[in-house]
Nanobody, 122 residues
Framework: QVRLIESGGGSVQAGGSLRPACSASAGTFRGYVIGWFRQAPGKEREFVAAQSWGTTRYADSVKGRFTTSGDSAGNTVYLEMHSLQPDDTAMYYC?????????????????WGPGTQVTVSA
């Protein structure tokens, strides 16, 4: 089974950028949809973005600011985050699934990794 590890979070000021990474420590992303999710303190986990062989979907709150990149046939994908705002502060997770619509609904097939913290100060 694919094991997922997130990295590359950090602390930035509003307007800054970060590029978290999602790596497959065992197995490969080949054939899967890769999704990004986030959970802020006191809130439920929410969908952020997903990619599948060149097709992408984004939450309305991040459209135009976040972009997925990397090769879903390989072992590492990225979430390019720009124009970050304090509301983007959360723990960010990646996971895999079988269809874009399913991943968007958080119907995932992998185990949740430890996440990577993103903190945006005003």
């Amino acid at each position: 089974q694919v094991r997922l590890i997130e990295s590359g979070g950090g602390s930035v000021q509003a307007g800054g950028s970060l590029r978290p990474a999602c790596s497959a420590s065992a197995g490969t992303f080949r054939g899967y949809v890769i999704g990004w999710f986030r959970q802020a303190p006191g809130k439920e986990r929410e969908f952020v973005a997903a990619q599948s062989w060149g097709t992408t979907r984004y939450a309305d709150s991040v459209k135009g600011r976040f972009t997925t990149s990397g090769d879903s046939a390989g072992n590492t994908v990225y979430l390019e985050m720009h124009s970050l705002q304090p509301d983007d502060t959360a723990m960010y997770y990646c996971n895999i699934g079988y269809a874009l619509s399913a991943v968007q609904a958080q119907q995932v097939a992998g185990n949740w990794g430890p996440g990577t913290q993103v903190t945006v100060s005003a």
